[in-house]
């Protein structure tokens, strides 16, 4: 129809939202932050904790659970659980090396050399034989990289939901991105 404006939300950094694109630049946050490093007036250094994704964590309870299923969907939001950590104690040491990544920003390298001795000392590391004969891994390598990637992801998510919502008078609009994968799914597009 001619003479009727699109309803699409305007998009930071293509004039849409004028104040936005004053403080940061046409080139969005990544062009301001790239002119003040190359002129020398800024120096990279750590970003600060995540306050929102910390505060979402240590929110948690903790659930004992032989397997991940053992909650039921909502449940993981209120709870801190490792899959086979049956014992409380050993549950509030991961979730303390947790939370200790995520405040310090650690990689996964720093948090398997930290977590791996108490888990030895406890004596969940590796492989167990289970008294009905089934073998059961405990803390591996590839378990701690999925708990140290879970439980980081989901603590970030909440947190960027949380200054999503608090920023949404100013922010109305969410703008959904595809992934860098060449085939999407038609659910996806």
Known sequence: MAGVESAAPPIIGQGGCKEADRILGSSGADGLWNRRRRSGMMTPTAPPPPRE???YLRAKGYKIAWD???LWKEEHVRAFTVAKAMTQELLMEIRQAVDAAL???KTFKQFQD???PLLGKRGW???VLMEDGA????GTPRRLKILYDTHMRTARAAGQ?????RNKAALPYLRYGLGP???HRLQHV
């Open 68 to 70: 991940y299923r053992d």
């Open 53 to 55: 994704a910390l505060a």
């Open 135 to 138: 073998m059961v891994e405990l």
């Open 103 to 105: 405040a310090e920003g």
């Open 161 to 165: 939901w949380v200054r999503i919502e």
């Open 181 to 183: 994968s060449r085939e």
């Open 125 to 127: 590391l590796g492989k």
């Open 114 to 116: 930290e977590l791996e």
